[in-house]
């Protein structure tokens, strides 16, 4: 097969003198695409030098923007996302390649506790993985994961899906599993992140990454997010017009609230998979 490998980087010339020159001996006939992610330091000069295919952005449009602009140019039938501050050992590509070669449409690099960011982003991705484990069906080891291994033709398919920030690991997982693409994970160490520049900002990310809840949900199954929201919804309708009833006698607004949202929120959620199984087909169904 052949291989591209993209790696989105945004001022990352350090870890890309360590990880380039790694890759073009595990892979010396892989295409090696740098994205550029509007750097202000020396990170195009320094993938240039090494050897790579250097995509440049004049201005940072997202972790996920560099993995579509990658994907779109890549020239493979098979495309290694990972990053580039050096977290990643190219040595563990073949791992990810053989599972590939055994039928599957999509391998991922499953990091343990002791390759998580901070503990807190450790219990956030346990707390992800539990959940898309519960709407998959399937033992998902690493939701987040930006270290893996796909077929490009396949990949492609949900590009329109994917979004500009941190959550694309999730999307694309969530949309393999919704298609019927089989998907498998493959232990692998990771290191610490070369230098010290973060791209990762505590409130904003948090609060995007907890949207990541909603959206394995709504991407894979909405109802399976909406429908207990709606019997939740009825259970508190109801139990609120017992109460009022037996102390008042009447049924109240409040009553009346609750259950109509709990109708409300059930169509929403029906809509959803409509709209959702829709998506999914178009793109599979077309030429």
Known sequence: MHVSVVLPAKNESEGLRRTLPALSQVLPG???IVVDDGSTDDTAAVAAGLGAKVLSSPYSMGNGAAIKRGARIAGGDVIVFMDADGQHDPAHIPLLLERLEAGYDMAVGARNSSGQASVGRGAANALYNRLA???TGHKVLDLTSGFRAVRAA???EFLHLLPN???YPTTSTMAFFRSAY????VPVEVARRVGTNSHIRPLRDGVRFLLIIFKIATLYSPLKLFAPTAV???????G???W?????GRFTNMSALLLSASVIVFLIGLVSEQITSLTYNSRIDSP
């Open 30 to 32: 892989a295409e090696i």
């Open 133 to 135: 484990s519960w709407m």
């Open 154 to 156: 396949k990949f492609r």
């Open 165 to 167: 920030g941190f959550s």
């Open 182 to 185: 089989p998907v498998t994970y």
């Open 232 to 238: 939740s919804f009825a259970l508190l309708g109801l």
């Open 240 to 242: 609120h017009y017992a």
């Open 244 to 248: 009022t009833y037996a102390i008042q």
